[in-house]
């Protein structure tokens, strides 16, 4: 079993910058892959980032590409997310997720992140 809590949201103007955190427990971090997700009013979760399990490879999604930055510490058991450039269509909840073998198969309760225009 992993849990997972993410830390770092708020309110922003666009323009600002905020970092997010996920710290994790339970099992063994550092061989995992993770995500950053997220979900606003009235749409599908979406996929933001992912980092492999030594940080050595990072994808992220087009509308966050050049602004988003993934990052995790396996000495802390923790993964970031540094948002610069923040907009107000990045406005959401931002989950943050394990990714096992396959699935992304824990979940964080999630933080909000809401951007002002």
């Known amino acids: 079993q992993v849990q997972l809590v993410e830390a770092g949201g708020g309110l922003v103007q666009a323009g600002g910058s905020l970092r997010l955190s996920c710290a994790a427990s339970g099992r063994t971090f550092s061989t995992y892959a993770m995500g950053w997700f997220r979900q606003a009013p009235g749409k599908e979760r979406e996929f933001v980032a992912h980092?492999?399990?030594?940080?050595?490879?990072?994808t992220y999604a087009d509308s966050v590409k050049g602004r988003f930055t993934i990052s995790r510490d396996n000495a802390k058991n923790t993964v970031y997310l540094q948002m610069n450039s923040l907009k107000p269509e990045d406005t959401a909840v931002y989950y943050c997720a394990v990714k096992t073998v396959v699935t992304y198969d824990y979940w964080g309760q999630g933080t909000q992140v809401t951007v002002s225009s």
């Open positions: 980092i492999n399990w030594s940080g050595g490879s990072t």
